[in-house]
């Protein structure tokens, strides 16, 4: 969609703040690149894989930058290497319980282990502020937002992946997340891409050993700031919030409801120019 009608809103030098944790996933597009693509948004993120993180910088140089930190609690920890860069962790592999899995423990099996230092997100000091936190880690997540709670003052919505079964020994889960998040002013909004799982050993379905039949493991999740008190948002935050979550979340109902109070707050009639172009848009 055309973000003219409210760019028109804002200021030129305007950026969505993008903070993404754990930002090398192969050749996977990241939900915010298009943003990134039109300079709408700026991005800071952060892969502990020293390579990985080098060639991050070097294949995404428009209005992003990349640092080879362990994001975490700020202490001393232990980092478990495994045999697929992707399921590195700080917590170790719970091998009993992945060996039960079809393709779990063979691509989430222990190399070695490494003394690594951690730093939290809120003392990070080339952070300036996120309206959108992307986080990814292997079960790190909770312990890096518990130590984040400044920066989570200004951020609208949150893309954490969370597990339902303990992947990783002594991981929080979700409900652990959940609870910490909707404690910080946030609601649960959908869940990206489904529910994800694997069939227990031996079964498998038509032949794809990552499909699942009913047990669900890990999923991400997406959390955005509680529509039920958009009143206390700035001008900016609105806008924000509401290209986020049209361009992030496809969800259009939500940009309304921001966008309505953005009129409400600001004298304007820009929630009805936004319906009035979705009637165009479905058309054509």
Same mark, same amino acid.
């Given at each position: 969609? $055309?973000?003219?009608?409210?760019?028109? +809103?804002?200021?030129?030098?305007?950026?969505?703040?993008?903070?993404?944790?754990?930002?090398?996933?192969?050749?996977?597009?990241?939900?915010?690149?298009?943003?990134?693509?039109?300079? +709408?948004?700026?991005?800071?993120? !952060?892969?502990?894989?020293?390579?990985?993180?080098?060639?991050?910088?070097?294949?995404?140089?428009?209005?992003?930058?990349?640092?080879?930190?362990?994001?975490?609690? &700020?202490?001393?920890?232990?980092?478990?290497?495994?045999?697929?860069?992707?399921?590195?962790?700080?917590?170790?592999?719970?091998?009993?319980?992945?060996?039960? !899995?079809? %393709?779990?423990?063979?691509?989430?099996?222990?190399?070695?282990?490494?003394?690594?230092?951690?730093?939290?997100?809120?003392?990070?000091?080339?952070?300036?502020?996120?309206?959108?936190?992307?986080?990814?880690?292997?079960?790190?997540?909770?312990?890096?937002?518990? %130590?984040?709670?400044?920066?989570?003052?200004?951020?609208?919505?949150? #893309?954490?992946?969370?597990?339902?079964?303990?992947?990783?020994?002594?991981?929080?889960?979700?409900?652990?997340?959940?609870?910490?998040?909707?404690?910080?002013? !946030?609601?649960?909004?959908? !869940?990206?891409?489904?529910?994800?799982?694997?069939?227990?050993?031996?079964?498998?379905? %038509? $032949?794809?050993? =990552?499909?699942?039949?009913?047990?669900? @493991?890990?999923?991400?999740?997406?959390?955005?700031?509680?529509?039920?008190?958009? &009143?206390?948002?700035?001008?900016? #935050?609105?806008?924000?919030?509401?290209? *986020?979550?049209?361009?992030?979340?496809?969800?259009?109902?939500?940009?309304?409801?921001? @966008?309505?109070?953005?009129?409400?707050?600001? $004298?304007? =009639?820009?929630?009805?120019?936004? *319906? %009035?172009?979705?009637?165009?848009?479905?058309?054509?």
């Amino acid at each position: 969609m $055309n973000f003219s009608f409210l760019r028109e +809103l804002i200021d030129e030098s305007y950026k969505i703040r993008i903070v993404d944790i754990g930002a090398s996933d192969g050749d996977y597009s990241p939900s915010y690149q298009p943003l990134i693509d039109v300079g +709408l948004a700026s991005l800071i993120g !952060f892969e502990p894989n020293k390579e990985a993180c080098e060639v991050l910088n070097k294949k995404n140089q428009n209005n992003s930058v990349y640092y080879p930190y362990f994001v975490g609690d &700020g202490e001393a920890a232990t980092f478990y290497e495994t045999n697929w860069v992707l399921t590195g962790s700080l917590y170790p592999p719970n091998t009993p319980l992945l060996e039960k !899995f079809q %393709n779990l423990s063979e691509v989430v099996t222990l190399k070695e282990e490494h003394p690594v230092q951690t730093h939290r997100l809120d003392d990070i000091a080339e952070i300036n502020g996120a309206d959108f936190l992307k986080m990814d880690i292997q079960g790190s997540e909770l312990k890096v937002l518990e %130590n984040a709670t400044n920066l989570l003052e200004t951020t609208l919505v949150l #893309q954490v992946e969370v597990e339902f079964v303990e992947l990783y020994k002594g991981q929080p889960l979700f409900a652990d997340v959940d609870s910490f998040l909707r404690s910080r002013g !946030f609601q649960f909004h959908c !869940f990206d891409g489904g529910l994800m799982g694997r069939t227990f050993k031996p079964l498998v379905v %038509n $032949n794809n050993i =990552n499909k699942r039949i009913n047990q669900v @493991l890990w999923a991400d999740a997406f959390y955005v700031r509680d529509w039920m008190d958009l &009143g206390v948002l700035s001008k900016e #935050q609105l806008i924000t919030y509401a290209i *986020l979550s049209l361009e992030i979340l496809k969800s259009p109902d939500l940009t309304h409801l921001i @966008l309505s109070q953005f009129d409400r707050s600001h $004298n304007t =009639n820009v929630a009805q120019k936004f *319906l %009035n172009i979705l009637t165009a848009d479905k058309k054509k």
